[in-house]
């Protein structure tokens, strides 16, 4: 049975980081994965790039467009909803 694992970040958090701290945790993950491929247990992993880097390419109508994102939509309720 294999079951895919997502690790979210907050940018913020890792950007506050003492210098130094990310390059450490990272080599660590880094290690720990190559220790888990090695005995099978993990099939793939890849890095993603900051959620601020994002962007997402939408064909419409046969229009191709690259938008920033993708971020969640939200909006601020109406008064009818408060």
């Known amino acids: 049975m ?3 694992l997502m690790v979210c970040t907050d940018d913020s958090l890792l950007e506050a980081l003492p210098d130094g701290a ?3 945790m990272m080599h660590r ?3 720990h994965a190559d220790e888990l491929k090695a005995r099978g247990t ?3 992993s890849q890095q993603l790039e900051y959620g601020s880097t994002a962007r997402t390419v939408r064909v419409r109508n046969g229009k191709t467009s690259i938008v920033d994102g ?3 939509e939200t909006r601020k309720p109406s008064a009818a909803t408060t």
């Open 2 to 4: 294999k079951f895919p």
């Open 22 to 24: 990310f390059d450490r």
């Open 29 to 31: 993950c880094i290690t």
């Open 42 to 44: 993990l099939v793939e």
């Open 70 to 72: 993708p971020f969640a």
